[in-house]
């Protein structure tokens, strides 16, 4: 699987607008047969960047991913909101998708 982590800086301006912003980017993203998930949060330290978690079954479902017009069209907007070049974590990870953690069970 490819896992990849994106912290997206937004402009303060259109902060509360970004999830409204990458719905339909989200949408089509998650309908992507090679896409495993597709999960926007909040920075709990920077309420101005949201960090995407992504993962795909395989490279070449990355690359069909990132020649959508979904991704094309996002990608043609998102200079014009973002605070910052965003950061980005792109690794190959054994799996198809999450695992349960080993240290936590819910007790009683």
């Known amino acids: 699987m ?5 912290r997206f800086p937004v402009r303060p301006e259109y902060r509360d607008q970004w999830l409204d912003r990458v719905a339909d980017f989200t949408a089509a993203t998650r309908a992507e047969p090679g896409n495993l998930f597709f999960e926007w949060s909040v920075d709990a ?3 101005n960047r949201f960090v995407l978690l992504e993962a795909f079954a395989s490279p070449e479902a990355g690359v069909e991913h990132v020649n959508s017009a979904h991704f094309k069209t996002a990608m043609s907007w998102m200079p014009d909101v973002v605070a910052a070049t965003p950061d980005i974590i792109n690794v190959e990870a054994q799996g198809q998708g999450w695992s349960k953690m080993a240290e936590i069970t819910p007790r009683g």
């Not at 490819?2 to 994106?6: E, G, K, L, R, Y």
Request: aromatic share 12%; charged share 10%; no cysteine.
């Open 45 to 47: 330290a920077d309420p």
């Open 2 to 6: 490819i896992f990849i982590a994106v």
